[in-house]
Each structure stands twice: as C-alpha cells, then as structure tokens.
Nanobody, 117 residues
C-alpha cells in the first residue's frame, strides 16, 4: 500500500528528498508520517503531516527537514537538507489509511539514507 523511495548516500551538508506513495483502492488517508531507525536504536518519529497540512517534527530535525504531501497524488515527501552523519538510518513511511470502513496504520518498506562525514 505504501512505497517509499529516494534514499541514498550523501556527504554531510547534502540533501535528499524521500517520497512515499500510497496505492491500492484507498478511500481516505489521515496522517502520513516518516520514521527512522538507526542500527541499535529504536524506531523514532521524524515528521508527520495531517491531511489538513499540519506538521510535527522531531527536535533533532527541526529547521532542516520539511514534510509535505500531495493529496491528489496520495504522496508524502520528506525534504532533508543539511544532512548530518547522525541522520543515517533506514527511513520508513507510515500512513493512517481507510480502505473500506475503518482507518488503519500501514507501513512501507524502508529506504536507506547514509550520510558520510
């Protein structure tokens, strides 16, 4: 239901843009979120955006990352600027999606972001 893309390897200070596209008979989407998990660490929320456009960010990425979405394309984006080595992780998108009667949380496969110093 969710396909994430856009990961890669960059040097510190560089930028990447992640995309998360939902597909498959979707009746509605509420929040869309980005999480990340570095080796040995628990998965953490990076940023989220409601279907109305309200956003929320982890303190560690405020001012550097921007979450957005295109509701017509059922796609969320994560623009990551001024990347740091500590941003290295597998990034996952998640969305609260209604296929039939109720909203449920879905997860996409992760996309790896590697930032070298």
């Amino acid at each position: 239901q969710l396909q994430a893309s856009g990961g890669g390897s960059v040097q510190a200070g560089g930028s990447l843009r992640l995309s998360c596209r939902a597909s498959g008979g979707i009746a509605g989407i509420k929040d869309m979120s980005w999480y990340r998990q570095a080796p040995g660490n628990p998965r953490e929320l990076v940023a989220s955006i409601t279907n109305g456009g309200s956003t929320n960010y982890a303190d560690s990425v405020k001012g550097r990352f921007t979450v957005s979405r295109d509701n017509a394309k059922l796609t969320a984006y994560l623009q990551m600027n001024d990347l740091k080595p500590e941003d290295t992780a597998v990034y996952y998108c998640s969305a609260n999606i209604r296929l039939h009667l109720v909203y449920e949380d879905y997860w996409g496969h992760g996309t790896l972001v590697t930032v070298s110093s």
